[in-house]
């Protein structure tokens, strides 16, 4: 059952080699080749974003695969995601007035799912891999790639994927590699009108078993959640798929005498490089100074107000998350698991003594109609250890000091909107909320005890970028004493679930 | 009917022009005639005291919701998806300045900033007061404030803690009490946390908008009313 319909859907063509190589970028590992009953999305949207200068004119490209056709009841799961966003040299200035000598990119698009009537939404986000250089002159091309949700019709009849609106949030980066001012610029667009939006249309069958037993299994796709048909054929919109329970949470005691403390809660996934699949941390704690706020008036039309805080994580004690397990292949074919042991180097001192700030907030609030966009980038500096590891079932000794050879820094992004309803969506330190980034692991350095076991590891896991997601919790503070989100013990209340 | 203070300003303005007009020189006398009655009530035997007047009895209870409660404080929004008070209403004797009710308790909930949840706590001990100041003659419409009011918001790791007063506009035949600010009735910062700086200053002045719909007696269906009666 073929069905290939709208104006963003084609055939496998020669574009699919590049798509490949974004998506091996994204740290994935795709199929060579389009399998037979695959649909290719491949469109090619206008839009117009809302910038702080006024509007500008921004393509963005969708790519990605998806089943042909599927049984009621079971998966649809979009692979290979990867939206292009190329910016007019309007925006790019914007970017050289702020000294951007790089950009990285994090995109989320509104997918309008619609079936026999019903309409749900999906959002795609995506993340880049790696910064790109600002040019001088012309526009610049961004591509990010990300796992997103899965979707289950209830019931059979063509079940339609339309792009909607999409928002992009651009951080630039000085040539020194510092955050440059503004730390990031966000990009809110609505699809232009008289085009096809249409990115493929996917044909439902009735389910001639019972419909149990060929969804993906969460650990082998990246879904971000699910939109799901019920039984009554009308979208359960938002709904989450089947995600893990949350673990028990770790200990987690905020500071009542410290006014400025914060404890929060965080879990969710990360592509470890290379990885088959995404890894799950566990529930880890978050110790938060929060630090002063400083309103800037000097955007016409906004007020900012730059928030500069620290995180630095707290296991047992020690700046770590908890032990993950995680599964990889070495030589691109074994399986190999292990315990990953994510140790942070804590910020340094300032002359003051405060801790040098790694959570920076952006929050713009639009004086004409209070809305707001608070974009927050959390850096956070680690080094990764690998032990208890066994190849293909049998235990390989590599020894207490198998790690990364040097630090790596994760860059984390969130982005919140509040809108002139006063409905917060997204991410605020304050809040909670999702936060993604990409992680590139540098090579590794002391594995093994009768054998040098470093390239094995350096082959299986450095160098390519992996998608990161975590999720945080609302944070309690200590000092308030607010029961809405401290328990008596000091410790958080909200202990978040992971998601794709 | 026109309170006194209406009635005073009317003569003035209409003296003004008085010279010009046969016809409003006679209109004049008469609404002259009818101030000097109303000025000095007290010193006619007879003649009620002003009063407002709470129905459709007196006293009663009341309760009130609200939706899109907006709470600005130098330029942030803080918004509560909604708000229920309870109160009771008596008519009281009296032109400006009356007591015609009281609220408590008064509570937000679903309330959000852009740095995220805010916690607000009311304080309604004692309770907050409505007073009535002004009402144009048959408009149903009472001009007064909400006094007394006294609540304490946390957004991370910033609590502060505003009180005084807010404007207050009662209508009778929508049963809707709209609050606003103005430069006599406003709520104050009177004290911070330290995680307040650069939120939250003593002394800011936040704004407070909300409209309410009342009925009577608490969870009724019956708008209560509220009459000047000079």
New interface residues.
């Given amino acids: 059952m073929k069905r290939i319909q709208g104006a963003g859907v084609r055939r496998r063509t020669a574009r699919g080699a590049a798509v490949a190589a974004a998506v091996l970028m994204g740290g994935m590992i795709p199929s060579a080749q389009a399998a037979p009953g695959v649909l290719e999305i491949d469109a090619d949207l206008a839009y117009t974003c809302d910038l702080p200068s006024g509007e500008q004119p921004v393509k963005a490209g969708v790519r990605a695969r998806v089943a042909e056709a599927v049984r009621a009841g079971h998966a649809v799961q979009p692979e290979d995601v990867v939206t292009e966003v190329t910016l007019p040299e309007g925006v790019v200035t914007e970017l050289t007035a702020a000294g951007a000598a790089t950009v990285s990119a994090e995109t989320r698009l509104t997918v309008d799912l619609a079936q026999n009537g019903g309409h749900a939404e999906a959002e795609w986000v995506g993340a880049g891999a790696e910064s790109a250089p600002v040019p001088e002159t012309g526009g610049l091309t961004l591509n990010t790639s990300g796992g997103v949700p899965y979707v289950k019709p209830g019931a059979p009849g063509d079940l339609s994927f339309a792009a909607a609106g999409l928002s992009v949030v651009l951080t630039p980066r000085t040539a020194e590699g510092a955050p440059a001012e503004p730390r990031s610029l966000a990009l809110e667009c609505v699809l232009d009108a008289d085009q096809g939006a249409s990115l493929a249309t996917v044909g439902v069958a009735a389910d001639e078993e019972d419909g149990t037993g060929s969804e993906p299994s969460p650990s082998a796709s990246l879904p971000g959640g699910t939109a799901e048909w019920g039984d009554t054929g009308r979208p359960e919109v938002g709904k989450r798929a089947e995600e893990p329970a949350a673990a028990d949470a770790p200990p987690c005691v905020g500071d009542p005498d410290d006014?400025?403390?914060?404890v929060a809660y965080v879990t969710g996934y990360a592509n470890v490089t290379k990885l088959d699949g995404a890894t799950r941390f566990p529930v880890a704690c978050g110790q938060i100074t929060?630090g002063?706020?400083?309103?800037d008036f000097s955007d016409p039309g906004y007020?900012h107000?730059y928030?500069d805080s620290t995180v630095v994580l707290d296991y047992q004690g020690k700046p770590q998350l908890p032990p993950a397990e995680g599964t990889f292949l070495t030589f691109g074919f074994m399986p190999t698991t292990a315990t990953l042991e994510m140790t942070q180097i804590p910020p340094g001192t300032r002359d003051d003594g405060s801790l040098t700030p790694n959570v920076k907030s952006d929050?713009a609030?639009k004086?004409s109609d209070?809305s707001?966009r608070?974009t927050t980038v959390i850096t956070l500096d680690l080094m990764l250890r690998l032990h208890d590891v066994e190849v293909n079932g049998v235990p390989l000794d590599v020894g207490d000091d198998c790690r990364t050879s040097k630090p790596f820094t994760l860059t984390l992004n969130g982005l919140?909107t509040?809108g002139a309803?006063?409905?917060?969506d997204g991410y605020?330190?304050?809040?909670?909320g999702p936060v993604t980034g990409s992680v590139t692991l540098p090579p590794f350095s002391g594995c093994g005890v009768d054998e040098d076991l470093d390239n094995l590891f350096t082959a299986s896991l450095s160098g390519s970028p992996g998608y990161v997601k975590q999720v945080q919790g609302?944070?309690c503070?200590a000092?308030?004493g607010?029961r809405?989100?401290c328990t008596p013990e000091n410790q958080p209340v909200d202990v978040p679930k992971a998601a794709r | 009917m026109l309170s006194p203070q209406q009635c005073t300003r009317i003569v003035e303005s209409e003296e003004l022009t008085v010279r010009n007009s046969l016809r409003k020189l006679a209109v004049a006398a008469g609404a002259a005639t009818a101030a000097v009655a109303l000025a000095a009530p007290a010193a006619t035997a007879g003649v009620a005291a002003p009063q407002w007047v709470v129905g459709p009895n007196s006293p009663e209870t009341f309760s009130a919701s609200a939706t899109?409660v907006?709470l600005?404080l130098?330029?942030?929004?803080m918004?509560?998806?909604s708000s229920a008070a309870q109160g009771s209403l008596a008519s009281a004797a009296g032109s400006t300045n009356v007591t015609v009710g009281t609220i408590a308790p008064l509570t937000f909930s679903g309330c959000?900033?852009?740095?995220?949840?805010v916690?607000p706590v009311t304080d309604t001990t004692p309770a907050w007061q409505l007073k009535a100041n002004t009402q144009v003659a048959g408009s149903g419409v009472t001009n007064g404030a909400i006094t007394g009011v006294d609540a304490t918001l946390?957004?991370?790791?910033?609590?502060f803690r505003v009180t005084g007063s807010v404007v207050a506009t009662y209508t009778n035949s929508t049963g809707k009490l709209a609050v606003s600010n103005n430069a006599t009735y406003k709520l104050t910062v009177v004290s911070v946390?330290?995680?307040c700086?650069?939120?939250a200053a003593i002394g800011n002045n936040p704004t407070f908008t909300a409209s309410y719909g009342a009925v009577t007696p608490i969870g009724g269906t019956v708008k209560p009313s509220i009459t000047y009666v000079p």
């Fill in positions: 006014p400025f403390n914060m929060q002063e706020t400083r309103p007020m107000m928030q929050l609030i004086m209070f707001s608070n919140g509040y309803d006063g409905v917060l605020t330190l304050g809040q909670g609302a944070p503070a000092a308030q607010d809405a989100v | 899109g907006v600005n130098n330029g942030i929004p918004t509560c998806s959000t900033s852009p740095f995220g949840a916690s946390t957004v991370l790791t910033c609590t946390s330290p995680g700086a650069g939120i």
